[in-house]
């Protein structure tokens, strides 16, 4: 079930309507492999963790950036109006601006976060003949690794290893970021977070407001 649907419907009919399902849908392909690689991997963040946030903040693509504002002004309007403005309400110069030390899950717009936050720990890479590799997370403590059977280790797995060991391989990052760079119109690039989302939101509900005539103020 879409998350944004209420924005999809003032912006019926728009480009950045058309943007929006194909980012929705690529989000749910990653969701439905993931739930796959989790299930018969067992590898899984510790519950908690949150340390991916810590000195990071995630340069997004106009469409990923497009899929926040849309995320916010759906599910969080009065963030999404200080977003316009430019303030975000976590800033705190150590975590990524959605990062909450006080809620136990940490990220405060998860349904919205970007690519990199969907596949980072639970994603695998293309090795130099194109096979799939994988490495646990650089944060997952070694006592937890420890716990499977054959125990884990902070290396790099061949594709091989990885049938041997869960019988199934993670999904791509590329492969994921690659389908969301089909989606940018011209050459992809990317900006961080704090430069590219607030105009985002301005721009969505602008164009909202010139569709329907009806966007939340």
């Not at 136990?104 to 096979?131: D, V, W």
């Not at 119109?185 to 009806?214: H, Q, Y």
């Amino acid at each position: 079930m879409s998350e944004i649907t209420g924005i999809l419907e003032k912006l019926k009919g728009t480009k950045e309507a058309e943007i929006l399902e194909k980012i929705e849908a690529s989000y749910e392909k990653i969701a439905a492999a993931q739930k796959t690689w989790y299930e018969k991997s067992s590898v899984l963040c510790p519950s908690g963790c949150g340390q991916c946030c810590h000195n990071f903040e995630p340069d997004l693509l106009s469409s990923e950036a497009l899929y926040m504002a849309a995320w916010l002004l759906e599910n969080q309007a009065e963030t999404a109006e200080k977003v316009a403005a430019g303030i975000f309400p976590f800033e705190n110069g150590k975590t990524c601006l959605f990062h909450d030390f006080n809620n136990p899950y940490h990220c405060t717009i998860y349904g919205g976060r970007a690519f990199i936050c969907r596949l980072f720990g639970a994603s695998g890479g293309k090795g130099k003949h194109t096979e799939v590799v994988w490495k646990p997370c650089k944060f997952y403590p070694q006592n937890e690794l420890q716990k499977f059977k054959p125990p884990l280790a902070h290396r790099q797995y061949s594709q091989e290893e990885l049938l041997e060991e869960f019988g199934i391989l993670p999904p791509v990052m590329s492969n994921f970021l690659e389908e969301a760079v089909s989606f940018e119109p011209g050459n992809a690039k990317t900006r961080l977070l704090r430069e590219i989302l607030p105009d985002a939101v301005r721009r969505l509900k602008w164009i909202a407001f010139m569709n329907s005539g009806n966007i939340a103020s």
